[in-house]
């Protein structure tokens, strides 16, 4: 069941990313596309279950439910490179909100 959990959370975080990619794509080009307002809507939607959960991810527990031991949060129970868990999200924050900022400037001009 571990190993479910895993993928799915790995599934999890690459469609996350693509949609901050997409975010960051379409705020450097200036489209504005209805995939762009999905890809704000799913992202602003995880931030806010992320949030609502004390900034622990509920995949996390479910992974330590099923056998993770680490408990670390540092999305370990993801298929990543260890020494890059720390700085997911930092990174993917950092640039929904570069993204978010483009695309708000974009829609201004």
Known sequence: MLFVVKFLHTLVFLFMSACIFYML??????EITPLLWFAI????LETAVYALNGFRC???EWALRYGDSSGDDFIADIF?????TPYITPICGGLMVIGL???GWNLLL
């Open 25 to 30: 794509y379409c705020g450097i080009t200036g």
């Open 41 to 44: 809507g799913a992202t602003l």
């Open 58 to 60: 509920p995949m996390t």
């Open 80 to 84: 990543l490179p260890k020494w890059f």
């Open 101 to 103: 900022i483009l695309i």
